[in-house]
């Protein structure tokens, strides 16, 4: 048997039963990492050591009949923007490679209080910007199904890693699809819960109002173990919500086992997806197809209109760059973080550092967002986009008042090959149209495998009202149970 | 030609919270350098600001105390620039929508009572501190970094150096009042910058406004209000107005000295701050914090007017301050006799404390030491000049008048008979001064009370004197 293709709470179940122990978990990932990383190169630090110590610990516990967290023992991979004390912590940046944070991010602490052993952290799109890893100081990730394409990103390591059975569940965060499109690229599950469900403190910002850390499993049923470890309000992140300290979410898998969850669902399917960004013809059949199984499972489908949504790239892209522009302004080479070695004047210590730390990706939006927020633009940009992201926020207020779910799929096209010719910035943005209106209006979305095509995954997204967490995690269960 | 001067004032205040704005830090002046900060005042990637509920409350009470109108919903936004000692790119502010809208203060001119409106009020984070070392290094402390600030900025509605110190007389002691801030200019928990220009009363032509920084006291203030006041007038005349232009206070050569061309200069990007949602405030909330609001000068002079029929005026100067205000009042507990104390406090021991540049708290002079020297000055123990010198005696030892009195030998003679021997041998000596008398001029009874005070050591009851020499003169 190999320990490490086993579903997380099979590990789990495992573990528990002593029927394996955590090191020897442990160990098969280690081994994993050893045989594979080298190529995939979804790893930019790792934690060996320390993570086979801790998994001597938690099988004493065991042993001893001690309770046991969550997590137990299971190898959790972190996307290197999640700050911790122990590894550092790059963003995928020349300008933090030797950053070492003195404090732990929220959830990185919860993982620790949940048994939970991190393995290493994951690479990524430098400072999240980017939706192929590709932008990473650290060199790119390969896709492990194909590794001539790319992960998806920017939570490309986080995603290649699971998919690779390197560790059993990951985080990752989603601005504006990082956690969903990785997920769909590599064929596993991505959640990025509603805004304010897991604590954002020590998770680097990229976009605040738009940021949320996300986690990937190999099934809804893994994505929500480690969902339930992590959520909660937290009082050093003020954006945390109170809301998030609901009832957990796996217990809908001990509710009645085998429900049919999608007999009487409310669907919709916004048009504008359709008409507006037409995606790939058998990416599309995919998504067709899914659709008949939510229908023939008892799903009532009805294709909505959400007007604004043929704003939400643009809405999106101002927004995004503009609070992009703003995080990135503490990277100035004085306190923390790369500084030049030649300068004269301040200025030029502001430049020099920059210049030489920042990649090209993070330069291009730090320049839009300056722009967009500078003089009139402010204005004409930058507010006026808030204005329509309120609309666009109502718009899912109506459907939702009458509908369980939206469906659509996690990306209209396939994984694509690495290095291939690069999209202009603003064409690859229209592609977050599928992911980034839940950002935009803090909805909880999911990305669930449904199929492939000539041999790479094609991911269906589930969205749900804020804090109608559950909703699509019912959705996510009912469609695997469905197509089992 | 006539001008008129037009100044607004842009106040930045220090709450002296327990904590700093965002994090759990000490807000405390003068530790050691680095030694207050933690992620978060730091700007490490990552770090949270947690808007401390204290800051709202010290604002609230602020915006209440200027009469302004208090927003239901606090709102923060980031306003970015580079500089070495802003750790995040941004201060964490208010753009658009401030805490507090509008308010006003009143100032006591000499012939009216003005009101200063104020344009808005909001809440701000303070920035570190450059330190220039001896080697030429920058050296950076952020300690402050992080420490709540309110900006107070007032309309163009001051005309003159001497209503600007009013106003920053008033605010000071208004903030004073409801204790929110040290408001200590040597300690940077307040700092002004002005806005001035003028305008020709007959042609309407306006110069430029310029911005003045580094005001580090009241009299920088006076100082360059002046001295602009003039800079401005001649750019008129010579019909040479600049662009808009930031200067800074020289205190060394006594001039404003130009920083900047204002035009096309910072653009500060305002942004969301993503960090912090918006805050409700209750109109409960804001009711409460009224009710723990101590006695506002406004209030307090009304009641002084009342209560002890003072003057306008004296009674806004007397409340100017809260510890002169408590010291008035204090004084008045062991004499029954408002006019006397607001006399001999208004003149005497407020130029006293002028001279010495100290605050009433800071004296040698207790409300028990003054009651008791007017106590002696009232029931004739003492006359008037003899008291202005005991209570210099206070201010310098800080023993009793009894005592000052006692040890000096100093209390009035009343008594004729003692009296008596003094005068006849000064009429005898000046016998001149009698003939000059007799012959109308008046002058020379003046010269003889004073030759007899003299003699007397200035202990002679002077009424008593005057009298006793008409009499005797009359005799001769």
């Known amino acids: 048997m190999d320990i490490t293709s086993l579903k997380a709470w099979e590990m789990k179940e495992k573990i528990i039963k002593k029927e394996i122990s955590c090191k020897e978990v442990i160990q098969a990932h280690i081994k994993k990492i050893e045989e594979e990383d080298s190529e995939i190169n979804a790893f930019i630090s790792l934690n060996k050591e320390e993570a086979l110590r801790k998994s001597e610990k938690i099988d004493e516990k065991i042993k001893k009949g001690e309770g046991i967290g969550l997590l137990s023992g299971l190898p959790i991979g972190i996307k290197d923007n999640i700050a911790s004390k122990d590894l550092k912590t790059t963003c995928g940046s020349k300008m933090l490679d030797k950053y070492i944070s003195p404090f732990n991010a929220t959830v990185v602490e919860k993982i620790i209080n949940n048994d939970g052993i991190i393995i290493g952290k994951t690479n990524m799109d430098e400072f999240a910007l980017g939706d192929s890893t590709e932008t990473s100081y650290f060199g790119p990730t390969k896709n492990p199904i194909n590794k001539n394409v790319v992960p998806g990103g920017s939570s490309g390591g986080s995603a290649a890693a699971v998919a690779a059975n390197m560790v059993a569940l990951s985080l990752g965060t989603d601005t504006g699809g990082s956690v969903r499109q990785p997920a769909s690229f590599c064929g596993i599950v991505g959640i990025k819960p509603s805004y304010g469900m897991i604590s954002r403190y020590g998770v680097i910002p990229m976009a605040d109002t738009l940021d949320h850390v996300g986690v990937f499993g190999r099934d809804v049923r893994d994505a929500t173990l480690i969902l339930d470890s992590l959520k909660g309000y937290d009082k050093k992140d003020s954006t945390s919500s109170k809301m998030s300290n609901s009832e957990a979410f796996s217990i809908v898998f001990e509710e009645d086992k085998g429900r049919n969850y999608l007999d009487g669902m409310k669907v919709a399917i916004p048009r504008e997806y359709i008409d507006l960004v037409p995606a790939d013809k058998k990416v599309q059949e995919q998504f067709d197809k899914a659709i008949k199984v939510f229908e023939k499972s008892g799903a009532k489908i009805e294709i909505v209109s959400i007007p604004h949504l043929k704003y939400a790239a643009e809405v999106y892209y101002i927004i995004m760059s503009c609070e992009v522009s703003s995080n990135m302004a503490r990277y100035d080479g004085i306190a923390f973080g790369h500084r030049a070695e030649e300068y004269e004047t301040l200025d030029e210590l502001y430049i020099n550092s920059r210049t030489e730390a920042f990649g090209k990706e993070a330069k291009t939006r730090i320049l839009a967002g300056t722009y967009a927020l500078t003089g009139s633009k402010n204005a004409e940009l930058y507010q006026k986009a808030m204005k329509v992201r309120r609309l666009l926020k109502e718009d899912y207020d109506k459907v939702f008042a009458s509908h369980d779910v939206v469906l659509s799929l996690s990306s209209k096209e396939l994984p694509f090959e690495l290095n291939s010719i690069k999209k202009t910035s603003i064409e690859s943005y229209k592609l977050n149209m599928y992911s980034a209106p839940a950002n935009l209006a803090g909805l909880c979305a999911m990305s669930i495998p449904i199929g492939e095509v000539d041999g790479l995954p094609v991911g269906m997204e589930i969205t749900g009202d804020r804090f109608k967490d559950r909703t699509i995690i019912k959705a996510g269960i009912g469609y695997e149970r469905a197509v089992l | ?476």
């Not at chain 2, 750790?87 to 006591?108: M, R, T």
């Not at chain 2, 104020?118 to 001896?134: A, F, V, W």
């Not at chain 2, 003054?370 to 004739?380: K, Q, S």
């Open chain 2, 1 to 476: 030609m006539t001008y008129k001067t037009i100044i607004g004032l842009e106040i930045h205040v220090e709450l002296s919270t327990k904590h700093k704005i965002f994090c759990n830090c000490p807000n405390e002046f003068g530790a050691e350098a680095n030694t207050l900060v933690c992620p978060t005042c730091l700007g490490l990637p990552g770090s949270m600001p947690i808007l401390n509920k204290e800051v709202l409350e010290y604002a609230i009470k602020a915006g209440i105390a200027f009469n302004g109108k208090i927003s239901n919903l606090i709102k923060m936004d980031r306003k970015h620039y580079f500089y070495s000692d802003l750790p995040k790119g941004y201060q964490v502010s208010q753009a658009e929508v401030p805490f507090c809208d509008g308010g006003y203060l009143e100032i006591e001119l000499e012939s009216e009572t003005k009101k200063i409106n104020l344009e808005r009020i909001h809440i701000e984070e303070d920035t570190g501190k450059q330190i220039h070392s001896e080697e030429e290094e920058t050296l950076l402390d952020f300690n402050r970094s992080g420490v709540p600030l309110i900006e107070i900025v007032t309309k163009p509605e001051m005309n003159s150096a001497e209503e600007a110190k009013l106003f920053l007389d008033k605010l000071r002691a208004t903030l004073k009042y409801i204790e929110v801030s040290n408001v200590k200019m040597e300690e940077g928990s307040l700092r002004c910058d002005v806005n001035i220009n003028v305008v020709d009363s007959e042609t309407g032509k306006k110069s430029i406004i310029a911005e003045i920084k580094n005001l580090n006291s009241f009299r920088a203030v006076v100082k360059a209000i002046e001295f602009e006041e003039k800079r401005h007038i001649d750019l008129l005349e010579a019909d040479k107005n600049t662009e808009k232009e930031t200067r800074r206070w020289d205190e060394a050569k006594g001039e404003t000295i130009l920083m900047r061309k204002k035009a096309g200069a910072s653009d500060y990007r305002f942004v969301v701050e993503g960090a912090i949602p918006p805050v409700r405030i209750s109109d409960e909330w804001i009711e409460e914090i009224k009710t723990t609001l101590p006695e506002l000068p406004q209030d307090k002079k009304t009641r002084f007017m009342d209560s002890f029929g003072l003057s306008s005026y004296d009674a806004g100067v007397l409340t100017q301050s809260k510890d002169l205000s408590e010291f008035f009042e204090e004084t008045l507990k062991y004499i029954d006799d408002s006019k006397l104390v607001s006399n001999w406090i208004m003149g005497d021991v407020l130029r006293r404390l002028n001279d010495d540049e100290i605050e009433i708290q800071e004296s040698k002079l207790s409300p028990k030491a003054l009651a008791d020297l007017l106590l002696l000055v009232r029931d004739d123990k003492i006359n008037n000049n003899t008291g202005k010198k005991v209570l210099k005696e206070i201010f310098d030892t800080g023993n009793s008048p009894e005592k000052i009195v006692k040890e000096k030998g100093l209390i009035q003679i009343s008594d004729e008979g003692e009296l008596k021997k003094i005068v006849e041998e000064v009429l005898n000596n000046n016998e001149q001064s009698i003939i000059d008398f007799k012959n109308g001029k008046d002058r020379a009874l003046g010269f003889l009370v004073g030759q007899v005070m003299k003699a007397s050591r200035g202990k002679a009851n002077p009424q008593l004197v005057n009298k006793m020499l008409l009499e005797m003169m009359e005799e001769r």
